[in-house]
């Protein structure tokens, strides 16, 4: 198999649309998103399963920004067939997202589908959306291969916890924090889950500017009119981008010099500084 390419891909706001509306998944295409997901799980009635799966064949590469595909959940009938039409398209889909991941076998079995049928480069994001899946988040993040992100799914995880849709969005820190802190240990993303609702308000801009501040990578849109409002809280900003660079500037100029420490403004600089620098860059794509 083809290596697999795991360098960070913006994913600051993706958008997700049915698999069974040609003009949504249309629409969706063209928008701004850094990543559009279209939807054969959730959004699809059962009756429309492999209609929206034979529609896949319709899709064409976007101009910019990457294309993924959420296949149906390991276990249902639907599962080996979408992760083969997926495996189809080639290049023009980048990422298979996997629903209700529970453990680390769930992906060693789209590993082996996948290289069976010879999808070079096509990589992995697991849904984190399952009490098991929450209780195994560690173990799954650390499943290697193709995987490349996690994403955090409020529906179904609040749904399995007993929690209320309108949960305070406080009632989620510890849970975002150990799927954060998961992801960062195995080196992958970090996705925020989407905001259960389709304004994009004031409310959006503090839920996605708050998950951005813990360090998500990005995060997951029901509504093209909530691209603008994520991406930006997602994107740094000019002063932060140039920090970033003067930072890992500095620390090149020493280390050609030979010099193990290095301050910049009155602060000294070392490998952690540097790790957040980097990570700012790769929120804005490496500008």
Not at 121 to 132: D, M, N, P, S
Not at 191 to 220: E, H
Not at 257 to 274: C, K, Q, R, Y
Request: hydrophobic share 45%.
């Amino acid at each position: 198999m083809d290596p697999i390419d795991h360098a960070p891909t913006p994913r600051r706001a993706a958008l997700v649309c049915p698999g069974s509306a040609p003009e949504k998944i249309t629409k969706a295409l063209a928008s701004p998103a850094d990543e559009v997901v279209v939807d054969l799980e959730d959004a699809v009635a059962p009756a429309r399963k492999d209609e929206a799966r034979r529609a896949l064949g319709d899709l064409s590469p976007r101009p910019t920004g990457t294309l993924a595909v959420r296949v149906n959940a390991p276990g249902t009938p639907w599962f080996a067939d979408d992760l083969r039409a997926v495996a189809a398209l080639g290049a023009t889909v980048a990422s298979v997202v996997i629903p209700k991941v529970d453990s680390p076998s769930d992906l060693e079995e789209v590993e082996r589908i996948l290289d069976i049928a010879s999808a070079h480069g096509l990589v992995i994001q697991a849904l984190v959306e399952t009490a098991r899946g929450l209780r195994d988040v560690e173990a799954v993040a650390d499943a290697g291969g193709r995987l490349v992100g996690l994403i955090l799914g409020y529906a179904d995880l609040g749904a399995e916890l007993g929690r209320s849709p309108g949960a305070a969005p406080e009632l989620w820190l510890a849970i975002q924090d150990r799927v954060l802190v998961a992801a960062r240990a195995a080196g992958i993303q970090a996705i925020d889950g989407p905001a259960l609702y389709t304004s994009a308000d004031d409310r959006l801009r503090s839920d996605a500017g708050r998950t951005a501040a813990l360090g998500f990578d990005g995060k997951w849109v029901i509504h093209p009119g909530q691209v603008a409002s994520v991406t930006e809280a997602y994107t740094p900003t000019d002063e932060e981008l140039a920090r970033a660079r003067e930072v890992l500037e500095a620390l090149s100029a020493a280390e050609n010099s030979g010099h193990g420490a290095v301050g910049l403004n009155g602060m000294m600089l070392d490998e952690a500084v540097a790790v957040a620098a980097r990570r700012t860059l790769a929120r804005a794509g490496g500008a």
